[in-house]
């Protein structure tokens, strides 16, 4: 699949030219897909700034893998930070290491004689994992729109933050075209792509098959059966059954979409899609 709006590649050049104004990038993932949710290509960008990442909305992630991702993640020139943007409001941990990252440039300039230098920090993510809340949050009031569907920053502006912190409000990126499906099944899971660009019930098929495997008691529970009966029913027979059950008739999409739903909000439990282990991340 080859997906990537025009706003996007333009965000992408943007960015380029913008980074060498930043002292440190700020790489913000989905904490229940941190590899899905990466963007190869802002390593690449990164080359050997300071870099920052924050493993977002940990309240809806597997915290077992959270941990896990922490560490692998963690580099000699990344730091790594799990939050919960839209309930922390304690932002101070997240000043404390954007100064530590930064803490080069600051000894610098302080030693040239400059008191509080301006640290300047952009975000970048995929849409939807949570920019503009952590934004918000950092500068104290509301600067941005926020909203539950992808692509809603599309502008670009500096904002004020304490402690000398500028920050640049950039729209999230995605790659050109997944090369693995799976990648992009799990960014439409959790809402990081329009829910247009795949139908609704290969989405919820490739959820099913996951939870199978990762969380079997939770996929029990939102199918309201026995994990026996769960192991002697196929996935489009379970998807039907749960359709049917909800009053659907044979509607798999309406179904898909609402399962969805109930996923993104963690109703299902706090699930995570991405293994460490079985990725070759940083
Ligand atoms: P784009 O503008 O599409 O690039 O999105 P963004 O990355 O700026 O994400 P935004 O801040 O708009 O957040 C997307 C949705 O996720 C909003 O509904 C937020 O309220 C929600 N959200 C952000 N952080 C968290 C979090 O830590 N936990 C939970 N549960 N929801 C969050």
Redesign the pocket.
Known sequence: IQWYPGHMNKARNQLEEKLNLIDVVIE?LDARIPSASRNPMISELVGDKPHLIIL?????ADPVMTKLWQKKLQGPRTLVMA??????TNMQALITLIKKAASEKVKKLEERGASNPIIRVCLV?V????????INRLVGRNV?M????????KGQAWLKAPYGIQILDT??ILWPKFEDQDVGYKLAAFGAIKDTIFHADDVALFVIRQLRQYYPAYLAKFANCTKDKLENIGDTDLLLAMTQNNGMRDDYDRFSLFMLQRLRK?KLGRISLDRPSANNEN
């Open positions: 913000v977002n909305k940990t309240d809806l939050m919960e943007a839209q309930h922390n993510g849409p939807n994992c949570g920019k503009s809340t952590i941005t926020t909203g539950d569907r992808p692509g809603v920053t729209p999230g963690g």
